[in-house]
């Protein structure tokens, strides 16, 4: 890649880890550009005109264009190295963990971190409060999930670190902070040290 | 494709209509199963140890290999056809549209029409109930994204039919049976025109 990259990012979100793990797998230069979400830095005007509609990070920008939507911008910077598989099963079977993620895993595992770790218990809205144990038994599903594949397989698709393993890696490494125990997922736990001792592995601090 | 096609599906439901209509635009033949939702037939042992371990709707099976997440089976469809950009940004532009459908779109648009079309408001429970003004508003929300994205554009990426426009049709040509109506967005209703006047477009119950 000749272009310039830019991550728009909020470095506690593993959304925006996710992308930074692919740069540092594909040694990937990223400059880097921090976004206080919790003081609506990426609602304001000029954030919502030029880089993201939507008003969330990540977006990756190449450029003067623009991806949001975190899986989308590791897909782009992965297209064409091994952490994506050459096969049209392997890379539909990706798609299918990535897409996992951001339906059944993202929504209860990293929204409840967010809610209890960043945003704090007592400033929940009612309508978030009803949710909690909701999510839980939902964050609780998509790990058992995991666990249950995982029982017969190292990585996810294919044998080998993909992007469903990245997309996959940070929220469920801190699953703890939104209160969920990965005490009853052995395959899990193996799984995740397995991820951390990839070359090209980097911490969400690194 | 010289496999054959079988899904599982519940044909109401607009991630598997999602599936047919791609399939239909590329001439493949689809061996359908049905499964009524609102019974548990997708959470079944036998459906969970064989189908899907996440117990939902639609799997695209191929022999004895399965695909859930409905965006990743069309993917698998498509690898290879017009419907996927072959340039590299494209690609990952698409992408954006598809991982912004399921977690920005779907689980607003989608699921105030399941709850309310096919559920019925007075069986929902207090946590959903809650959560109806939230779901609105971001409905609404996704729904004035995409009418000002389609301001400048026919299409989602590229300028011609791509799997971004296939993922966001059906729920947002349904949307008003989730009361969310379509009336301040004009550009979403024209593209909604464009993209049932391509060659090879079906209806939800063709």
Not at 8 to 33: D, Q, T
Not at 39 to 58: C, D, H, Q, S, Y
Not at 168 to 189: K, S
């Amino acid at each position: 890649m000749t272009e310039k990259l830019v991550l728009h990012e909020y470095s506690p979100s593993g959304n925006c880890y996710k992308i930074r793990l692919v740069a540092a797998h594909l040694g990937a230069e990223l400059e880097r550009r921090e976004y206080d979400i919790l003081k609506g830095e990426t609602r304001t005007p000029v954030f919502l005109a030029r880089v993201n509609a939507n008003g969330r990070i990540p977006v990756l920008q190449l450029g003067d264009r623009f991806i949001p939507e975190s899986n989308a911008a590791c897909f782009y910077l992965a297209d064409g190295s091994d952490l994506i598989p050459a096969d049209r099963f392997g890379r539909a079977d990706m798609l299918r963990w990535m897409f996992f993620e951001q339906y059944s895993h993202e929504p209860n595992v990293a929204t409840l971190r967010y809610w209890l770790a960043y945003v704090g218990e007592a400033q929940l809205t009612d309508a978030q409060r009803m949710q909690l144990p909701g999510k839980s038994e939902a964050g609780y599903a998509a790990l058992k999930l995991m666990d249950e594949h995982l029982e017969t397989h190292d990585f996810f698709v294919g044998g080998r670190l993909t992007l469903a393993d990245i997309a996959l890696y940070p929220y469920t490494n801190m699953a703890e902070e939104g209160g969920l125990h990965l005490a009853a997922f052995p395959n899990v736990r193996s799984w995740l040290e397995r991820v951390a001792s990839q070359p090209g592995h980097i911490k969400i601090a690194g």
